[in-house]
């Protein structure tokens, strides 16, 4: 079995949708928006997963929900949306809509460790409701007509393999197309290391490809998980933050970072699309978890950081990044 293991750049598929290799964008609620996926898409992601949507808010056809959430470019296909929630009626409804807005497969949070989401009944909180996440999943498939996945937590509390046990029952009797696992239990977020071996242990129960998540947060980090959980691909989180190379590093694209004036033009990229999708106000606010990333990548001081956070408008801020794209260090590194 392992002398036959695919390259993480062969393709596979999740049911019928095929996906062109097995390097995966993970959904970052907050973050992961339309140009935030075509950007690891344009860089080699062969999915790139939504940021989770309420399916609440899509039953109840909240506007913004249904203009910023649910936008999706033309070059981003396939492309899966997230939906959390924890009523399978409103799952099934919100599902349909988004298949509408033309996601190509739907994923249900089961993973999410935050108390506002857990304690309405939704994220982690469905490791505890089994029936409840199997009809989730069913509603899903029923109201979009789509694949549908699952992503999902180890367990709820340490020793806890809950998380373990219900994406066996989903993959069995819930119908679900793949398993998006992130094997740390919801108790300690995003701590702690991520136990390949058990997930492992799914891949080699269960028919359907199983995606590793946690702790990916290099390439290197990223192959020595996908090695020692023999799952079908990975799915990248926090090591994608500002950082699309990754994708490329891991498609065999490129061996060499970024240099500066790549890493400027890139910001810059992020910012157009920015304001394009959010206005020039709300984009200068909303961009403001982007800067430490890509400030970080330019080896410049959190001062850098400060800076942009200050900046009065975009103009103003794309003013300060241009600077650094000189190809000796300027003044201000
Ligand atoms: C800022 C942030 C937002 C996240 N949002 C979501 C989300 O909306 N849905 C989800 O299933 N997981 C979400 N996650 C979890 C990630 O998809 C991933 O499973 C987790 O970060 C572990 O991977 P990593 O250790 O490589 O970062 C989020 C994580 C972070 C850091």
Excluded at 122 to 138: K, M, N, Q, S, V
Excluded at 246 to 267: C, K, N, Q, W, Y
Aim: charged share 25%; glycine share 10%.
């Amino acid at each position: 079995m392992r002398g036959t293991r695919p390259q993480l750049t062969d393709p596979f598929r999740i049911a019928d949708v095929e996906i062109s290799n097995r390097v995966l964008l993970a959904p970052l609620a907050g973050i992961g928006n339309w140009f935030v996926r075509l950007q690891a898409k344009r860089f080699g992601a062969g999915l790139a997963v939504s940021e989770m949507v309420s399916s609440f808010g899509l039953h109840h056809r909240n506007e913004r929900t249904l203009r910023e959430l649910m936008r999706i470019h033309p070059d981003e296909h396939p492309v899966s949306v997230q939906l959390f929630g924890h009523d399978a009626e409103v799952m099934r409804s919100g599902a349909a809509i988004a298949a509408e807005a033309g996601a190509d497969l739907i994923d249900i949070n089961m993973g999410c460790p935050v108390r506002k989401v857990r304690r309405t009944g939704a994220g982690a909180e469905l490791l505890r409701d089994h029936e409840l996440a199997l009809a989730l999943a069913r509603g899903a498939a029923e109201g979009s007509g789509l694949p549908v996945t699952v992503k999902l937590r180890s367990g709820i509390a340490a020793g806890d393999r809950s998380g373990f046990e219900l994406a066996i029952r989903l993959a069995e009797e819930g119908g679900v197309a793949a398993i998006a696992f992130h094997p740390r239990v919801a108790a300690v977020g995003h701590k702690g290391s991520p136990d390949y071996e058990l997930t492992r242990e799914l891949v080699e129960r269960v028919e359907v490809p199983v995606i590793v998540s946690g702790g990916l947060k290099s390439a290197a980090a990223a192959r020595a998980a996908y090695e020692e959980s023999g799952a079908a691909a990975v799915m990248i989180a926090r090591g994608s933050l500002g950082n699309p190379w990754v994708f490329e590093e891991l498609t065999g694209a490129r061996t060499e970072p970024p240099d500066r004036a790549e890493v400027v033009a890139e910001l810059l990229w992020t910012i157009d699309r920015a304001e394009e999708h959010l206005g020039s106000d709300r984009a200068n606010r909303y961009l403001r978890k982007f800067y430490p990333w890509y400030v970080e990548r330019l080896g410049a001081g959190p001062e850098l950081t400060d800076e942009l956070h200050r900046s009065a408008d975009l103009p103003e801020a794309r003013r300060l990044i241009a600077d650094l794209a000189a190809p000796e260090p300027a003044s201000r590194l």
